[in-house]
């Protein structure tokens, strides 16, 4: 499986970015997807997973933030609304060949290369 991530890039604080990840290879309906995120001289977070249990977000990006998939296409979507100098970061998508959600980035078996957001204040 390889993942693609785009969509990242300059915005004001406050304003909107749409991710998209798209998936080649072999995806199967009950593998999870998540978004995670890499702020300057910060630890890989969390950011949002989806699967078929339903979707899970990291507190700080709840209202603010959708995560979605496109069944047809493999592609999994983060809406990132009212975007906050906080968000910087180069985000990274991911895939786990299991329905359960998690945070835990490394029980993600394959990684994107990552897309750069970054919001001015």
């Known amino acids: 499986v390889q993942l693609q991530a785009s969509g990242g890039g300059l915005v004001q604080a406050g304003g909107s970015l749409r991710l998209s990840c798209a998936a080649s290879?072999?995806?199967?309906?009950?593998?999870?997807r998540g978004w995670f995120r890499r702020a300057p001289g910060k630890e890989r977070e969390f950011v949002a997973a989806?699967?078929?249990?339903?979707?899970t977000y990291t507190d700080s990006v709840k209202g603010r933030f959708t995560i979605s998939r496109d069944g047809a296409s493999n592609t999994v979507y983060l809406q990132m609304d009212n975007l906050k100098p906080e968000d910087t970061a180069v985000y990274y998508c991911?895939?786990?060949?299991?329905?359960?959600?998690?945070?835990?980035?490394?029980?993600?078996?394959?990684w994107g290369q990552g897309t750069q957001v970054t919001v001015s204040s």
């Open positions: 991911a895939v786990r060949t299991s329905d359960i959600l998690t945070s835990r980035g490394e029980l993600y078996a394959n």
């Open positions: 989806i699967g078929r249990r339903g979707n």
């Open positions: 290879g072999r995806i199967f309906s009950h593998y999870s």
